[in-house]
């Protein structure tokens, strides 16, 4: 069954905006993970927060996690038109490093 | 510098038939797994191995097996193909089962 759900499953936002999207989870995790796939390609490792963390950054990426509310969010700051991508949290918990992915935002951004 | 390489990149193959996908990485790396996407772009693990030694085997049809031959190398056969198994397949590994994973290209497997 899915572990991560996301929302919103689409955004369009123009080039300089900022894009915030959501994650929220069932059961306890040790880490979320958040991944970017470009159409057509493998996904990408954007950025892991482990559970007893609240906040990270990564360049234009920052990611905050709400254990208590089992939720997690991605911020990209000021987008640009190569954030075109649909991006995924993932969760792992127990020790094999599982990881169960949600359905995926799809950010558009227009130049 | 491929990190992690998936041969063949689509296969197009008919019912019945039996196929293989191989997955290659060459990061060191300690964990390999195995991802399908549905055409919902749904993404769910398969089977994982560590240091050769399987360590996730999920609720896939026994038609699908696994063979790692050394700790960079993981491959997929699939025996007589039906066309839900249609989907892409990707391949992945990781440091270690706590870490982020590196995915490979996928495989678009298309059963007709």
């Known amino acids: 069954s899915q572990q991560g759900e996301e929302d919103p499953q689409a955004l369009s936002i123009q080039e300089g905006e900022n894009a915030t999207m959501n994650c929220s989870y069932k059961?306890?995790?040790?880490?979320l993970q958040w991944y970017r796939q470009n159409s057509g390609r493998g996904l990408v490792h954007l950025i892991l927060i482990r559970s007893n963390e609240r906040e990270k950054h990564s360049g234009r990426l920052r990611v905050t996690l709400d254990t208590s509310k089992k939720s997690s969010s991605l911020l990209i700051t000021a987008s640009r038109a190569a954030d075109t991508a649909s991006y995924f949290c993932?969760?792992?918990?127990?020790?094999?490093?599982?990881?169960?992915f949600g359905a995926g935002t799809q950010v558009v951004v227009t130049p | 510098d491929t990190a992690v390489s998936q041969t063949p990149k689509y296969l197009v193959t008919q019912m019945g038939n039996d196929k293989s996908i191989k997955c290659e990485q060459n990061l060191g790396h300690d964990t390999m797994y195995w991802y399908k996407q549905d055409s919902k772009k749904f993404l769910k693990i398969m089977f994982s191995y560590n240091n050769k030694e399987l360590i996730i085997n999920e609720t896939v049809p026994n038609r699908f097996s696994p063979k790692s031959p050394d700790k960079a190398h993981l491959n997929l056969h699939i025996n007589s193909l039906e066309l839900g198994d249609s989907a892409v397949y990707f391949c992945?590994?990781?440091?270690?089962?706590?870490?982020?994973?590196?995915f490979g290209p996928g495989t678009r497997l298309t059963v007709t």
């Open positions: 992945a590994s990781s440091q270690d089962r706590g870490s982020g994973q590196y």
């Open positions: 059961t306890s995790i040790n880490n």
């Open positions: 993932a969760t792992s918990a127990g020790g094999w490093g599982k990881l169960q």
